[in-house]
């Protein structure tokens, strides 16, 4: 069983469109609407890679380069 949701959860969504049975398979979004979405899951990804980075060794740069040639080889 399949559960709807209702067209107003959907805040961006200018128009669906279904299948032969009335599945949702791709919505139409206003082009500004979809550039404010793509900001948001990378800001979302941005902030999770320095959550991450908080907790990893500081380096200086002579360390960081040293290791980066270090992973290339």
């Given at each position: 069983m399949t559960q709807t949701i209702p067209a107003e959860d959907y805040p961006f969504v200018e128009e669906f469109l279904t299948d032969n049975s009335g599945q949702i398979r791709r919505v139409v979004l206003q082009?500004?609407?979809?550039?404010?979405?793509?900001?948001?899951?990378?800001?979302?990804?941005?902030?999770?890679?320095?959550?991450?980075?908080?907790?990893?060794k500081r380096l200086d740069l002579s360390a960081a380069l040293q290791a980066l040639a270090d992973d290339e080889s």
């Open positions: 082009i500004d609407d979809y550039r404010r979405l793509i900001a948001a899951i990378e800001d979302e990804g941005l902030y999770k890679a320095m959550q991450l980075g908080r907790e990893e």
